[in-house]
């Protein structure tokens, strides 16, 4: 158990809906890493957040959109989805800002598209 | 920019066998470099990272990694496989000084599956 949690476990949902994701980093970590995870891009870095804010982004798409609250949990918000944003997300979270400190991934969101 | 690429997407292997599995990085600023494994239905679990010192790394489950500067490569070692080793391994790196504007986001390879046959 990484402690980091991620809730849903599985999300099915139709084309053109929203869906949010949710993910609480472990205790005493100020960073949250969101990545996407596909069979034909293999993981990606989507966005990242320090203690509420937003200080790296990679491949996010527009209608993506995340946020760190106070409590720390993060939230990913996937919007007029289509069908190939099928994928796991997963999330993950470190100590501090530093390409040292581990990252400790979460189980994953496993998000199916229809 | 920086790119990870594993040179095998698959591997078989009989219990007990040394395995090696590939990595080679290619970035313009100094990087550090991680291998994770991830088992069936779970999500990625640290095997081990090179951040400075000693080139040969060990890490957990009896793995080691050599980071070769010269030849950009962070191969993945373990001298005998077992059974429950059986899942996909991923190298990564990040940057050591935050350029760019990234904040020590993870650049994976695309993963290497190993199989390891009784």
């Known amino acids: 158990d990484s402690g980091v949690t991620q809730t849903p476990k599985h999300l099915i949902t139709a084309t053109g809906q929203r869906v949010t994701l949710r993910c609480s980093p472990r205790s005493g970590d100020l960073s949250v890493y969101w990545y996407q995870q596909s069979l034909d891009q293999g993981l990606q870095f989507l966005i990242q957040y320090y203690n509420g804010e937003e200080r790296a982004k990679g491949n996010i798409l527009e209608r993506f959109s995340a946020q760190q609250f106070p409590d720390l949990h993060s939230e990913l918000n996937l919007s007029s989805l289509e069908l190939g944003d099928s994928a796991l997300y997963f999330c993950?979270?470190?100590?501090?800002?530093?390409?040292?400190?581990?990252?400790?991934f979460g189980p994953g969101t496993r998000l199916t598209v229809l | 920019a920086q790119s990870v690429t594993q040179l095998d997407s698959q591997v078989p292997v009989f219990e007990e066998a040394p395995v090696e599995l590939r990595c080679n990085y290619s970035?313009?600023?100094?990087?550090?470099l991680f291998w994770y494994v991830q088992y069936p239905n779970q999500g990625l679990q640290l095997l081990l990272k090179?951040?400075?010192?000693?080139?040969l790394v060990k890490g957990i489950n009896g793995f080691e990694a050599e980071f070769n500067k010269s030849q950009t490569s962070f191969h993945l070692r373990k001298p005998s496989v077992h059974i429950s080793d059986t899942a996909e391994y991923f190298c990564a790196v990040s940057d050591r000084e935050n350029y760019g504007g990234s904040q020590g986001n993870l650049i994976f390879g695309k993963g290497t599956k190993l199989s390891v046959k009784p």
């Open positions: 970035s313009s600023v100094s990087v550090y």
């Open positions: 090179y951040l400075s010192g000693s080139t």
């Open positions: 993950a979270s470190s100590l501090g800002l530093a390409g040292a400190h581990e990252q400790f």
